[in-house]
């Protein structure tokens, strides 16, 4: 309860005398009381349910015997007597306010509003209020149109009463004045210094600027409409942001014709007023003398100021003076405009992690103010979209904090917010999930949060602290195997959630020796087994071209696996794969066999010349055959063996080298 002691307790003792509030003897069970909806116990009751507490704002009737509360609350956070109140009389109907009420103020200032600037006795002139504005070193200003100042003619001006004003119903008679507004400052029709400017010169405007001198005005990013003469700022229009005048529907608001519309025909002209230049825009649209001054927008978007009016075929035309120029020229004035409260998409009172984001949305390229309960304030930008975030800090528990959007001076309503900060998962560096490193790994590090222990559970258990550099190691000893280690970090008696990380130890390559990757091998070089260096006790694995050939244990260091079959020609690669606890690692390499050469052809014997025959006896025949051919063919396998003789040495000179 958020009022204790004799207070409390007398704004209780004052509902319970009254009814509102059930007795507190009551037993459970008992029925609900009905609270009265008239007469001095309902009169005095209000009284004490308004004064109670800070959250209830409206106390009524509705006419059918029910007793209506407005909070600023909804049911579900209702505290103190208000929530008595509702739990113990039947006929409440409780309602919630989208937001806390306010007095309709004469001394709030719109757009749109008259002002008067006297020049002498009861004798001066009335132009309309542009836009709520700053000065450049942030204080209350109002912008307005250049020509009203009548070259600097008049100093003071002051708010006339809406009713007197002819847009409120007061015709063309005098206007009476309500509030001091505030003294010209800087003004400008035509070119610098009230000259008659240049037809295309950016500088020929017509603006001017009001510094505020009564503190108890309130100034609106706001134009007003006119339908509430009692309170113009009652409804409005809200003005988001200043630009450039486009074609198109755009509208005006003035003390003389109040709120009317119209079309822009002609953007980024100049118009010769009475011999003085003004760059802006015009288009058809009710404007009278006495809406000088006063703003012309285009949605939520700023654009010009009511400059001129003139007639074309029969058609009121307006013309306004380009806002962006005009403001250009005062060294610093600017227009408020509206800013949207922010909002959270990190939920309010929600559990985040350090490491993560708080985030939401706002007025896309403003800046959010970011106010902690604890600690200095900082600014971030605001994107295009309208998105924004800003890391959890790292200081665990409630972290309370303030937000507001700003443009220029212009600033939003303010969000109170609140997050409950638990550390996040300490994060594994090495190794790193689902790698695998050779041979043996002997140091577990990672990040965290500074000054946190972090705590190893699984194959690994160990403890370490999370170094000013938000890192932390632990040493370890394993070999070749798989592995699961698991993390939690605590820090200010928080504990984290907890991460893991999965990871194995394999062997070492085997190595292969005595095929050289890449080579070809032909007749007796060709390999018949393959053989390497291992680690002792580890299991290899052969295969040529994909086929596993044999299996073996490394034994002193060494391994070797027989071919079954000898290799006929071709391409093949040879796989070793070396395997310990279950984890492994290969090696291979390429080589092919090459085709043994086919025989080389015997040279053909050189036939002897045959002596012609012999002339015989005459009548007898020459011989011209051998009678006898067996010593032919003894000399022909004579000749046989003698080659048969000199391969087989050859090939045992092969053999034997």
């Known amino acids: 309860m958020k009022r204790v002691g004799w207070a409390g307790a007398s704004a209780a003792l004052a509902l319970a005398a009254t009814g509102f509030i059930a007795p507190t003897a009551a037993f459970a069970g008992d029925a609900e009381s009905t609270a009265p909806t008239s ?21 009524g009737a509705d006419g059918n015997g029910n007793v209506v509360v407005y909070t600023t609350a909804d049911e579900a956070n209702l505290k103190g007597e208000p929530r008595a109140f509702v739990d113990n009389n039947a006929n409440v109907i409780l309602k919630k306010l989208d937001s806390a009420p306010k007095k309709a103020a004469s001394t709030d200032v719109v757009g749109g509003a008259g002002y008067f600037g006297l020049v002498s006795g009861n004798s001066g002139y009335s132009c309309s209020v542009g836009f709520s504005g700053f000065t450049p070193t942030g204080a209350p200003a109002v912008i307005s149109a250049g020509h009203c100042t009548q070259d600097g003619e008049i100093g003071e001006v002051s708010l006339t009463v809406p009713r007197s004003d002819t847009a409120g119903g007061g015709g063309q008679g005098p206007v009476e004045l309500s509030h001091t507004l505030g003294d010209f400052g800087f003004s400008q029709f035509g070119g610098p210094g009230n000259t008659a400017g240049a037809d295309g010169a950016a500088d020929s405007v017509d603006i001017s600027v ?13 134009v007003t409409d006119w339908t509430n003469v009692d309170d113009l700022s009652a409804s409005t229009f809200p003005i988001k942001s200043v630009g450039e005048a486009q074609v198109g529907p755009f509208a005006k608001s003035g003390r003389t014709t109040g709120y009317t519309q119209g079309n822009i025909e002609i953007v980024n002209g100049w118009l010769d007023v009475e011999g003085r230049w003004v760059h802006g825009f015009g288009g058809p649209i009710d404007v009278i003398q006495g809406d000088s001054g006063g703003p012309m927008w285009q949605g939520d978007k700023a654009v010009g100021v009511t400059s001129a009016l003139f007639d074309y075929q029969g058609v009121r035309y307006g013309w306004g003076a380009d806002l962006l120029s005009g403001l250009a020229q005062t060294d610093g004035y600017t227009v408020e405009v509206q800013v949207d409260a922010p909002k959270l998409t990190t939920e309010d009172g929600s559990t985040v992690t350090t490491g993560s984001n708080i985030s939401g949305t706002a007025q896309a390229n403003t800046k959010l ?16 979209s309208g998105n924004w975030s800003f890391a959890v800090p790292e200081r665990l528990g409630e972290y309370a904090f303030t937000l507001q959007s700003t443009s220029g001076y212009s600033k939003s309503s303010t969000v109170d917010a609140s997050v409950n900060v638990v550390p996040q998962a300490p994060a594994f560096t090495s190794p790193a999930d689902g790698s695998s490193t050779v041979s043996e790994v002997t140091k577990i590090s990672g990040t965290g949060l500074a000054g946190a222990t972090v705590t190893l559970t699984g194959d690994v258990k160990a403890t370490a ?12 000893d394993l070999n070749e195997g798989s592995y699961k280690v698991n993390a939690t970090q605590a820090r200010d008696g928080v504990t984290s959630a907890s991460a893991s990380v999965s990871f194995a130890v394999i062997p070492a390559q085997p190595t292969i020796d005595g095929i050289v990757d890449g080579s070809s091998y032909s007749d007796s070089a060709i ?46 690669t040879v796989v070793a794969t070396q395997t310990v606890n279950g984890q492994s690692n290969s090696t291979s390499v390429s080589f092919s066999v090459a085709a043994a050469p086919g025989p080389s052809p015997s040279p053909s014997p050189s036939t002897p010349s045959t002596p012609g025959p012999t002339p015989g006896p005459q009548g007898t025949l020459p011989k011209t055959g051998a009678s006898d051919p067996a010593p032919l063919a003894l000399g022909a396998a004579a000749l046989l063996l003698g080659g048969l003789g000199a391969v087989g040495y050859r090939r045992f000179r092969r053999v034997s080298r």
Do not use: H
């Open 39 to 59: 007469g001095p116990q309902f009169d005095a009751a209000a009284k004490a349910l308004l004064s109670s507490d800070d959250q209830v704002k409206i106390v």
């Open 210 to 222: 009001i510094d505020i001198t009564n503190k108890d005005l309130d100034l609106k990013p706001e």
């Open 369 to 384: 103010v970011v106010t902690p309960e604890k600690g200095d304030a900082f600014t971030i930008d605001v994107d295009g």
């Open 465 to 476: 602290k999370v170094g000013a550099d938000s890192t932390w190691s632990v040493e370890a």
């Open 527 to 572: 390999p018949t087994k393959v053989s390497g260096t291992g680690e002792t006790g580890a299991d290899i694995t052969v295969s040529l071209n994909g086929a596993e050939v044999g299996t073996t244990t490394v034994k002193s260091g060494k391994w070797t696996v027989a071919f079954a079959d000898a290799l006929a020609p071709g391409d093949y």
